[in-house]
C-alpha cells in the first residue's frame, strides 16, 4: 500500500510514500492507496485529489484562470500565425508553389541567384528557371519574378502578423474590461469571450 499526504483543505496530493521504504515520518493527514491508484495519480499528474468527505482518490479538472487562458489562446494564434505563413501551396501571379520546407529552401535559393544577377546588372525579364509547380506544370521565372514573389511572401507574411496582433489586442481588451473601474466583464464572462477568439 502507499500512504498519501494531502492538504486538508483543497484535498490537494502533497506526496505518496510507499510501505517498503522505510521513512523517519510521514505527514499528516493520510489515506491509503492501492498500487494501480498510486499509478493512475502518477498518470494524471494535478488531476487526482482526495475528496474530503469519502477520503477517497477522485478524478479532478482544474478550471483555469483568466491568466491561463489568456496564455493558451496567445499561444494558439501564433501557431496559427506560423502556420498560415507557411500554408502550402503559395499563390503568385496565379501560380501555386510547393512551400513546404524543403520547397521553401528552393525558394529561397533561387530568389538569391535572381538578386545577385539583377546586382550584376542582369536584364530583370531575363529567364533563370523552370520551375515546377504543385499541379507539375511548368513556369518560367525571370528575374523579375523571382523579385515579386520575395514581395508577395513578405506581404502575406505582414497579413499574418497583423491579424494575429488585431485578436490579440482583442484578447487584452477583454482582459482589460475585468480590470476596469467598474468591471464591465466578471472573470468567467472574460474566459468565455477569449476561448470564442479563433484565426479564422
Not at 15 to 36: K, L, Q, R, V
Not at 171 to 200: G, Q
Request: net charge negative; aromatic share 8%; hydrophobic share 40%.
Amino acid at each position: 500500500m502507499i500512504k498519501v499526504n494531502y492538504n486538508v483543505v483543497t484535498g490537494e496530493i502533497l506526496g505518496y510514500y510507499p510501505d517498503d521504504i522505510p521513512y523517519p515520518s510521514i505527514p499528516e493527514p493520510t489515506i491509503e492507496i492501492d498500487t494501480a491508484t498510486h499509478q493512475d495519480c502518477i498518470n494524471n499528474p494535478g488531476r487526482r485529489r482526495v475528496d474530503l468527505s469519502t477520503l477517497q482518490i477522485v478524478e479532478y479538472n482544474p478550471v483555469p484562470t483568466l491568466a491561463e487562458v489568456q496564455a493558451a489562446k496567445i499561444a494558439e494564434l501564433k501557431a496559427a500565425r506560423n502556420a498560415a505563413e507557411a500554408a502550402s501551396p503559395f499563390v503568385y501571379d496565379g501560380s501555386s508553389f510547393d512551400y513546404d520546407a524543403l520547397s521553401r529552401e528552393r525558394i529561397n535559393a533561387a530568389i538569391s541567384g535572381a538578386t545577385i544577377a539583377a546586382i550584376s546588372g542582369m536584364d530583370t525579364s531575363t529567364v533563370v528557371a523552370e520551375w515546377t509547380l504543385q499541379d507539375n506544370a511548368k513556369r518560367n521565372m525571370t528575374i523579375a519574378d523571382w523579385m515579386a514573389f520575395r514581395q508577395a511572401e513578405i506581404a502575406r507574411s505582414g497579413e499574418c502578423h497583423a491579424h494575429y496582433n488585431a485578436l490579440k489586442a482583442d484578447i487584452e481588451a477583454i482582459v482589460e474590461e475585468t480590470t476596469a473601474t467598474p468591471p464591465t466583464k466578471t472573470e468567467a464572462e472574460a474566459i468565455v469571450a477569449i476561448n470564442a477568439i479563433a484565426w479564422a
